[in-house]
């Protein structure tokens, strides 16, 4: 799936698997430290359980060999907890 997806991007040649590990781990290294910062700002973690739970099923996609409900799933869960926590930021008036 990822390899599909890169490609589609013009990357798929360029990266090389040791390449695309360190990519995937960079991405969720960010993803959590951005979710428990803004977490804190908001006083409220359920977004950022959401992410680590989106990270958690990506990597666990991955580690099983790609498999794409995993990474469906973990996709779903990223993009819940970005959308949910933006239309909260909306609502306090912080967004």
């Known amino acids: ?35 428990a910062r803004r977490a804190r700002s908001l006083g409220r973690w359920r977004y950022a359980v959401a992410t680590a739970l989106g990270c958690a099923l990506l990597v666990g996609a991955h580690l099983a060999g790609e498999v794409a409900a995993l990474s469906a799933a973990g996709v779903a869960a990223l993009l819940a907890a970005g959308i949910a926590e933006q239309r909260h930021r909306r609502r306090a008036g912080g967004g």
């Open 1 to 35: 799936m990822w390899g599909s997806a890169l490609a589609s991007l013009g990357l798929g040649v360029v990266l090389s698997e040791a390449q695309h590990h360190a990519l995937l781990a960079i991405a969720v290294v960010i993803a959590l430290w951005l979710a």
